[in-house]
């Protein structure tokens, strides 16, 4: 029997190549719209969404530009984890990353599914 959360933990791994890394955050944006508590772990070439002036690669029409589905995300209380290995993997560090981006491991995430989070991978 599935229990009601209001938690969701969206894993995105696809980067500035892909339109999926918008619908990811659009999509994040409205579990806020509905009353969850989101957040966005990031790997592999996603960690380029919250490098510096990486968002501003990406916009998918008619979605809002990635770069302003970011900080709406931010703005409205939504966590951004960053995992470590894909960051140091980059020649990244936290001064590399947007304001607000915690570099975490995974167990941020999984202890919001051990919680009940729902998930939604893109």
């Known amino acids: 029997m599935q229990t009601a959360t209001d938690k969701l933990v969206v894993l995105v791994t696809r980067g500035i190549d892909s339109e999926l890394s918008s619908v990811a955050f659009t999509i994040a944006n409205g579990g806020i719209s509905a009353g969850l508590k989101v957040s966005v772990f990031l790997t592999s070439a996603a960690i380029d969404l919250v490098r510096k002036g990486g968002q501003r690669m990406t916009h998918v029409p008619p979605l809002d530009p990635l770069a302003q589905s970011i900080a709406d995300f931010q703005s409205r ?38 919680e009940g989070a729902a998930t939604l991978s893109f």
Not at 81 to 106: F, H, I, N, T
């Open 77 to 114: 209380g939504g966590t951004i984890w960053a995992c470590p290995p894909c960051v140091k993997s980059r020649g990244y560090d936290q001064d590399d990353l947007l304001e607000g981006v915690v570099v975490v491991g995974a167990s941020a995430m999984h202890t919001e599914i051990k």
